[in-house]
Each structure stands twice: as structure tokens, then as C-alpha cells.
């Protein structure tokens, strides 16, 4: 069984134990999953004003994510709010593509490039 599966499964199981409310309870790896939902949505507004012609590709990664992960209440509320406060925090900085912008780029690819390998390596199979 992969390590995924056990972890989804010993959620769910906690969750049918308790009352409702403790269903927002967060993952061990919920952290990282709000930290790349930031870097998504700093990328969304990056890429799009340092004209990359990708459209909502990175809004479309966000959605692929709360796609997988299916988070509810609360955990939702989070992930949204963490990709919302990454596209703000550039959009209040950068009206136009500065080199400082493509050096932002390029690390928030590498560091959200880095959270998606070592997810996949704690968590997946």
C-alpha cells in the first residue's frame, strides 16, 4: 500500500471518530501543501505580467491540487487563501517585468519544483 493511501486512510478514520467540526483538522504535510499553493498563485501573477502567454496555467495547477488533495472547511479556506496571498504580495510589488521579478520566477519554480519532489517522496508510494 502506498504511504498516501495510509495517511488518507488513518484521516479518515480519525475524522469518523470525532464530531464534525475536528474534520478541518490539518495534515502533517498541510504546511507544505499552503507554502506551494503561495508559490502557485505568486506565479500566476509573475508569469503573467512578464509576458509568458501561459494564461491560467498556474491558477490551473492550484486547481489540480485542491482537485487531489480534496481538502474541506477549513484546509480549503487555507489553500486558497495562501494562493491568493502569494498573487497579492507580488501584485502589490511589481506593476511591470523587472529583472528582480525573473529572479523571483525563477526561485519560486525551483523551491515549488523542490516541495512537489520531497511530497512525493515522504508521501507517495
Avoid at 4 to 20: D, E, G, H, Y
Avoid at 30 to 39: F, V
Avoid at 43 to 69: F, P, V
Avoid at 77 to 97: D, K
Amino acid at each position: 500500500m502506498s504511504t498516501r493511501f495510509l495517511v488518507i486512510f488513518t484521516l479518515m478514520l480519525a475524522c469518523a471518530s470525532v464530531p464534525a467540526r475536528a474534520q478541518d483538522v490539518a495534515a502533517p504535510f498541510d504546511p507544505d501543501l499552503q507554502r506551494l499553493a503561495e508559490i502557485l498563485g505568486g506565479l500566476h501573477y509573475l508569469r503573467g505580467i512578464c509576458g509568458s502567454n501561459e494564461g491560467n496555467k498556474w491558477r490551473n495547477e492550484m486547481q489540480a491540487l485542491i482537485d487531489a488533495e480534496t481538502p474541506s472547511g477549513e484546509r480549503r479556506t487555507r489553500m486558497i487563501a495562501a494562493f491568493n496571498r502569494g498573487y497579492n504580495g507580488f501584485q502589490q510589488t511589481y506593476r511591470s517585468c523587472t529583472p528582480a521579478a525573473t529572479v523571483a520566477i525563477r526561485r519560486y519554480i525551483e523551491e515549488g519544483s523542490k516541495i512537489s519532489r520531497d511530497l512525493t517522496a515522504r508521501y507517495a508510494n
